[in-house]
């Protein structure tokens, strides 16, 4: 059993930067894939960016290439989202999950991962 808990969010204006964190307790994450998503009002949940096992290759939706980083520190048993250069449209709850199993062709679907976190909710003004 994995828990997670997101931080980090809050309201800036477009430009501007935010550090997301998900902190892992339980057991260690290092070996399960860590997905981030996100939910505008009105929308679906989106995949956001993910990271694969024991510091592996990384993913991002196209619109965040470029301005969004994933990484992970084990030792800390933490994933991070930095954000530059944010949107309007980047407003959000943003989610952290992981899964242990899944692979690298369905990384991009939240119904894939097993665990979640709280969600953390970003702002942005324009």
């Known amino acids: 059993q994995v828990q997670l808990v997101e931080s980090g969010g809050g309201l800036v204006q477009a430009g501007d930067s935010l550090r997301l964190s998900c902190a892992a307790s339980g057991r260690s994450i290092s070996d399960h894939v860590i997905g981030w998503f996100r939910r505008a009002p009105g929308k679906d949940r989106e995949f956001v960016a993910a990271i694969f096992r024991r510091g592996g290759h990384t993913y991002y939706k196209d619109s965040v290439k470029g301005r969004f980083t994933i990484s992970r520190d084990n030792a800390k048993n933490t994933v991070y989202l930095q954000m530059n250069s944010l949107k309007p449209e980047d407003t959000a709850v943003y989610y952290c999950?992981?899964?242990?199993?899944?692979?690298?062709?369905?990384?991009?679907?939240?119904?894939?991962?097993?665990?979640w976190g709280q969600g953390t909710q970003v702002t942005v003004s324009s």
């Open positions: 999950a992981a899964d242990r199993s899944i692979i690298l062709s369905s990384i991009r679907r939240d119904s894939e991962y097993d665990y």
